[in-house]
T-cell receptor
Framework: KQEVTQIPAALSVPEGENLVLNCSFTDSAIYNLQWFRQDPGKGLTSLLLIQSSQREQTSGRLNASLDKSSGRSTLYIAASQPGDSATYLCAVRPFGGTYKYIFGTGTRLKVLA | SQTIHQWPATLVQPVGSPLSLECTVEGTSNPNLYWYRQAAGRGLQLLFYSVGIGQISSEVPQNLSASRPQDRQFILSSKKLLLSDSGFYLC???????????FGDGTRLSIL
């Protein structure tokens, strides 16, 4: 059974710092992995999707990497800003002929001005 | 461009009352559709997903049901709400394949 873990659950950093958020999954048989951002009381916003054949994806100050063999993904945020404060969730879509996604519980990030 | 609409934004219902939450997607056809629940401090729990009209897969046995009466409409229902049904309900869609999921703004459901 696929399980997705995100550690730490919460993180506070000063503005301008580069940071890394972690996502681990137990079964390497995945189609893709997606990173989301969730602001309080809001829905999820898609940030990056990495297909199983890819190593990384970049969008602006965000870079997501995937190491399928070790069951890990990282989201790198460069030059963090207070506006980056949110909860970041990762989700994997396992192999198996379905379109289900398994989510981690998220990392709550606070960037201090 | 594609958009997803989910309503209502907030809902307060008494225990034992019925429920109907609606989600529609615009600007695409034959999307995969999803209902999730997010309890306070917990991750997203997949409740139902649908790959086509009338095709519903249930992930968690409970007193909720889902229907897809039209290609881009997904409805979450209950005949009798329980206290444990409280939470944040999110609808999502995906084109399928290796494409990302996109979420609506969610419905905050409180059961009294």
């Amino acid at each position: 059974k696929q399980e997705v873990t995100q550690i730490p659950a919460a993180l506070s950093v000063p503005e301008g710092e580069n940071l890394v958020l972690n996502c681990s999954f137990t079964d390497s048989a995945i189609y893709n992995l997606q990173w989301f951002r969730q602001d309080p009381g809001k829905g999820l916003t898609s940030l990056l999707l990495i297909q199983s054949s890819q190593r990384e994806q970049t969008s602006g100050r965000l870079n997501a990497s995937l190491d399928k063999s070790s069951g890990r993904s990282t989201l790198y945020i460069a030059a963090s800003q207070p506006g980056d404060s949110a909860t970041y969730l990762c989700a994997v879509r396992p192999f198996g002929g379905t379109y289900k996604y398994i989510f981690g519980t998220g990392t709550r990030l606070k960037v201090l001005a | 461009s594609q958009t997803i609409h989910q309503w209502p934004a907030t809902l307060v219902q008494p225990v034992g009352s019925p429920l109907s939450l609606e989600c529609t997607v615009e600007g695409t056809s034959n999307p995969n559709l999803y209902w999730y629940r997010q309890a306070a401090g917990r991750g997203l729990q997949l409740l139902f997903y649908s790959v086509g009209i009338g095709q519903i897969s249930s992930e968690v046995p409970q007193n909720l049901s889902a229907s897809r009466p039209q290609d881009r409409q997904f409805i979450l229902s209950s005949k009798k709400l329980l206290l444990s049904d409280s939470g944040f309900y999110l609808c999502a869609w995906s084109p399928g394949g290796n494409q990302p999921q996109h979420f609506g703004d969610g419905t905050r459901l409180s059961i009294l």
